[in-house]
């Protein structure tokens, strides 16, 4: 067998050779009419890939496409849009992969895989998976996030995991299920060959047609798989923590298949058994019966390492763990895989004993750095909490020192918190890391005071503040904890890296979290896809009956804290060292125009939204908001941060962006809802000269 993955190498490179190496310069003739030479800059390329969902393997999210440049930013336009509207498409998670010539995608509830003309975005072929009742229960149908892509004996094969938990393989050609993968699945509809019922290797009973029964646990997927030398490892999620009142679930085990066979290779544990390393680490027996440990969060891996990063996300019930004492490995960690036999070759837990939901909602990134005058491969984790954590990617030695440290302990009745948890000494945190009085609105003294009286009946304190439930001996209605559940750093804005020069950019939020806590047999009332069978000690207010934890809000309207509220951080990760930061987009009208402001000169508070971004050799592109609402990509300078050129767009971007080079025309495809709109320097022009 011979497999191998597009866009990787097989001997040690330095980063800038390693790029360039992803960039397939053909020297065959364009097509007549193809004005591409007089607007692109010499020495263009021809075509250019983006093999994975994070553009490579290392999730970078960073083209070597070159065409676009700073100084013809402005003449992009609209080229095509893909409107996934007869797929049901809605959220525009997915982003593209461009391989050997096409786009790839998946889009709608059913999660059809689709292939595109990559020049006029018209569908060449699409694949749907039979109609099964674990589709059915699934609730990250339209989520999606994209497609692997490896090449096996030659050809080209698309690998996608369904809602429903099947790893399909399709002929990226012509999308049929591929001959000679997986093993027949007994259910009327599906192909008997190209399909691997993932549930068949978790361990647990379950029925091909209706999965695994609900008193025992869920699992599905919104990530794809990723093909790291001959091996498709496969991810997964579980039923949202904050929509969960009782202790049994299932953990989300880490599974690995041979790329051209579909052959199972490996299981890794994501909670800890009977002698495995971290067992101790559940107490009162918990590993038993609790679950939910899932990476949920797309996959990255180092091929010449042969190692696949994994980032978790909590253990059960994202609020309270009175039911599972203990650190609880590997819950929200950062995990290096060696991909050929699934043994751990180290890990880093970034939250002990979570209980703020801060999953780990972004791939890994990997990516050279200079390290006391050598050059290093590192890995770098964004989070929710606006940490960013950095290790040596071989060995997973911190960058930097990170400090256990104090942090304040749970008042919730059977509650037993981690007495400390970890902090990086750098990098600094990229974005509000708790929060105080001095964090407040103080446009005026009138809107400070405003905003304290609003904090009255919350507790507040600094980063990991405990939740509280609703009979709390403080008399306070809950607590607030800064970044909540929404980051910080959350799904919809993936970091982005330059490998040319080792500076990660994150996008974050100014945001916070309120809950308050109540008997979690009040709160079971509310859930009707709930799994388990005991009912949890205590459970978010916010779903239970006649409760309802809400949250703070400012009587003017305006947020809480000062701006900005979302922002862009370029941390140089050779020195750990900030290099800058901008506010994304402009102040919203409704900012600006609020009538507590009048007379008051804002500045730049930032949109509020986190930003798509890609990273090309001469900018950072991102997509945000104008203070009207208008959409635009913006072009930023990697090294300042100063704004190069904008254009406005005809839609909101909503996850992630990538770019390709195809017959030398370079495109940028925004995730625009259920549409794909494609951005080039010739528009629609190209197009139709070229056909």
């Not at 699992?219 to 579980?238: E, L, M, R």
């Not at 790329?259 to 009162?284: L, R, S």
């Not at 989070?383 to 911190?398: D, I, R």
């Given at each position: 067998?011979?497999?191998?993955?597009?866009?990787?190498?097989?001997?040690?490179?330095?980063?800038?050779?390693?790029?360039?190496?992803?960039?397939?310069?053909?020297?065959?003739?364009?097509?007549?009419?193809?004005?591409?030479?007089?607007?692109?800059?010499?020495?263009?390329?021809?075509?250019?890939?983006?093999?994975?969902?994070?553009?490579?393997?290392?999730?970078?999210?960073?083209?070597?496409?070159?065409?676009?440049?700073?100084?013809?930013?402005?003449?992009?336009?609209?080229?095509?849009?893909?409107?996934?509207?007869?797929?049901?498409?809605?959220?525009?998670?997915?982003?593209?992969?461009?391989?050997?010539?096409?786009?790839?995608?998946?889009?709608?509830?059913?999660?059809?895989?689709?292939?595109?003309?990559?020049?006029?975005?018209?569908?060449?072929?699409?694949?749907?998976?039979?109609?099964?009742?674990?589709?059915?229960?699934s609730m990250r149908q339209d989520y999606g996030k994209g497609v692997a892509y490896a090449e096996v004996n030659g050809k080209g094969v698309v690998y996608i995991i369904s809602p429903a938990f099947f790893l399909t393989a399709l002929d990226a050609d012509t999308g049929a299920p591929l001959e000679g993968f997986g093993q027949p699945v007994p259910i009327e509809g599906f192909a008997q060959t190209g399909v691997v019922d993932l549930l068949n290797d978790l361990g647990h009973e379950h029925d091909p047609?209706?999965?695994?029964?609900?008193?025992?646990?869920?699992?599905?997927?919104?990530?794809?798989?990723?093909?790291?030398?001959?091996?498709?490892?496969?991810?997964?999620?579980?039923?949202?923590?904050?929509?969960?009142?009782?202790?049994?679930?299932?953990?989300?085990?880490?599974?690995?298949?041979?790329?051209?066979?579909?052959?199972?290779?490996?299981?890794?544990?994501?909670?800890?058994?009977?002698?495995?390393?971290?067992?101790?680490?559940?107490?009162?027996?918990?590993?038993?019966?609790?679950?939910?440990?899932?990476?949920?969060?797309?996959?990255?891996?180092?091929?010449?390492?042969?190692?696949?990063?994994?980032?978790?996300?909590?253990?059960?019930?994202?609020?309270?763990?009175?039911?599972?004492?203990?650190?609880?490995?590997?819950?929200?960690?950062?995990?290096?895989?060696?991909?050929?036999?699934?043994?751990?070759?180290?890990?880093?837990?970034?939250?002990?004993?979570?209980?703020?939901?801060?999953?780990?909602?972004?791939?890994?990134?990997?990516?050279?750095?200079?390290?006391?005058?050598?050059?290093?491969?590192?890995?770098?984790?964004?989070?929710?909490?606006?940490?960013?954590?950095?290790?040596?990617?071989?060995?997973?030695?911190?960058?930097?020192?990170?400090?256990?440290?104090?942090?304040?302990?749970?008042?919730?009745?059977?509650?037993?918190?981690?007495?400390?948890?970890?902090?990086?000494?750098?990098?600094?945190?990229?974005?509000?890391?708790?929060?105080?009085?001095?964090?407040?609105?103080?446009?005026?003294?009138?809107?400070?005071?405003?905003?304290?009286?609003?904090?009255?009946?919350?507790?507040?304190?600094?980063?990991?503040?405990?939740?509280?439930?609703?009979?709390?001996?403080?008399?306070?209605?809950?607590?607030?904890?800064?970044?909540?559940?929404?980051?910080?750093?959350?799904?919809?804005?993936?970091?982005?890296?330059?490998?040319?020069?080792?500076?990660?950019?994150?996008?974050?939020?100014?945001?916070?979290?309120?809950?308050?806590?109540?008997?979690?047999?009040?709160?079971?009332?509310?859930?009707?896809?709930?799994?388990?069978?005991?009912?949890?000690?205590?459970?978010?207010?916010?779903?239970?009956?006649?409760?309802?934890?809400?949250?703070?809000?400012?009587?003017?309207?305006?947020?809480?804290?000062?701006?900005?509220?979302?922002?862009?951080?370029?941390?140089?990760?050779?020195?750990?060292?900030?290099?800058?930061?901008?506010?994304?987009?402009?102040?919203?009208?409704?900012?600006?125009?609020?009538?507590?402001?009048?007379?008051?000169?804002?500045?730049?508070?930032?949109?509020?939204?986190?930003?798509?971004?890609?990273?090309?050799?001469?900018?950072?592109?991102?997509?945000?908001?104008?203070?009207?609402?208008?959409?635009?990509?913006?072009?930023?300078?990697?090294?300042?941060?100063?704004?190069?050129?904008?254009?406005?767009?005809?839609?909101?971007?909503?996850?992630?962006?990538?770019?390709?080079?195809?017959?030398?025309?370079?495109?940028?495809?925004?995730?625009?809802?259920?549409?794909?709109?494609?951005?080039?320097?010739?528009?629609?022009?190209?197009?139709?000269?070229?056909?």
């Amino acid at each position: 067998m011979t497999t191998t993955l597009v866009g990787s190498g097989s001997s040690r490179q330095s980063a800038k050779s390693r790029w360039h190496s992803l960039s397939r310069t053909l020297t065959r003739a364009l097509p007549l009419g193809l004005l591409v030479a007089a607007a692109s800059p010499a020495g263009a390329q021809d075509t250019v890939e983006w093999t994975h969902l994070g553009g490579d393997a290392h999730h970078t999210r960073y083209t070597p496409a070159a065409n676009i440049t700073p100084q013809n930013f402005g003449e992009l336009k609209e080229a095509w849009v893909w409107d996934g509207a007869s797929f049901d498409a809605a959220s525009g998670r997915s982003t593209p992969s461009y391989v050997d010539g096409k786009l790839f995608t998946v889009a709608g509830p059913r999660r059809h895989v689709v292939a595109m003309d990559p020049m006029t975005g018209e569908t060449l072929w699409s694949y749907r998976e039979p109609n099964t009742f674990r589709w059915e229960y699934s609730m990250r149908q339209d989520y999606g996030k994209g497609v692997a892509y490896a090449e096996v004996n030659g050809k080209g094969v698309v690998y996608i995991i369904s809602p429903a938990f099947f790893l399909t393989a399709l002929d990226a050609d012509t999308g049929a299920p591929l001959e000679g993968f997986g093993q027949p699945v007994p259910i009327e509809g599906f192909a008997q060959t190209g399909v691997v019922d993932l549930l068949n290797d978790l361990g647990h009973e379950h029925d091909p047609y209706y999965g695994i029964p609900k008193e025992v646990g869920y699992v599905t997927a919104s990530s794809p798989p990723i093909v790291v030398n001959g091996v498709v490892v496969v991810g997964n999620s579980a039923e949202q923590g904050y929509n969960q009142s009782r202790i049994e679930n299932i953990p989300g085990d880490i599974l690995a298949y041979d790329a051209e066979t579909g052959a199972f290779k490996w299981k890794f544990n994501v909670i800890p058994q009977p002698g495995e390393f971290g067992h101790d680490t559940w107490e009162n027996d918990a590993w038993q019966y609790t679950g939910d440990v899932s990476p949920w969060a797309p996959l990255s891996a180092d091929p010449e390492l042969g190692l696949v990063y994994i980032a978790t996300n909590p253990p059960t019930v994202d609020y309270y763990g009175g039911f599972r004492p203990g650190d609880g490995l590997f819950g929200t960690s950062l995990i290096a895989i060696d991909v050929q036999t699934g043994e751990r070759r180290w890990h880093f837990q970034l939250v002990h004993h979570d209980v703020w939901n801060y999953d780990i909602p972004t791939a890994p990134i990997v990516m050279d750095v200079e390290q006391n005058g050598r050059t290093i491969k590192a890995v770098a984790q964004a989070t929710k909490q606006t940490l960013l954590f950095a290790f040596n990617a071989e060995t997973g030695e911190p960058l930097w020192p990170i400090e256990e440290r104090p942090v304040p302990q749970s008042l919730v009745p059977g509650e037993k918190l981690s007495p400390t948890q970890p902090f990086p000494t750098k990098p600094a945190p990229y974005d509000l890391a708790g929060i105080s009085v001095d964090d407040l609105i103080d446009f005026t003294p009138e809107l400070r005071e405003q905003a304290i009286a609003a904090l009255a009946d919350w507790e507040i304190g600094p980063l990991y503040n405990p939740p509280l439930h609703r009979d709390n001996p403080l008399g306070k209605r809950g607590s607030l904890w800064c970044p909540g559940d929404g980051g910080g750093s959350n799904i919809t804005g993936p970091a982005a890296a330059d490998p040319e020069s080792g500076i990660i950019y994150l996008t974050s939020q100014s945001a916070c979290s309120a809950h308050t806590l109540v008997p979690g047999d009040e709160a079971d009332l509310r859930y009707m896809t709930d799994n388990g069978t005991t009912t949890t000690g205590v459970t978010p207010a916010q779903y239970a009956n006649g409760a309802g934890g809400g949250a703070p809000r400012h009587p003017s309207g305006l947020p809480l804290m000062k701006p900005p509220y979302s922002r862009i951080t370029a941390i140089d990760l050779n020195t750990g060292e900030t290099l800058w930061m901008i506010p994304i987009g402009e102040t919203p009208d409704r900012i600006k125009n609020n009538p507590a402001l009048a007379g008051v000169d804002v500045g730049n508070t930032g949109t509020g939204a986190q930003a798509p971004m890609l990273v090309t050799p001469s900018m950072l592109v991102y997509a945000g908001d104008v203070s009207d609402g208008t959409p635009h990509l913006f072009a930023i300078d990697k090294m300042t941060g100063n704004e190069l050129a904008r254009i406005p767009v005809s839609a909101a971007s909503r996850y992630g962006m990538m770019s390709y080079v195809h017959e030398g025309e370079q495109y940028i495809i925004l995730q625009t809802g259920s549409t794909l709109t494609a951005m080039s320097l010739h528009g629609p022009v190209a197009t139709a000269e070229a056909h």
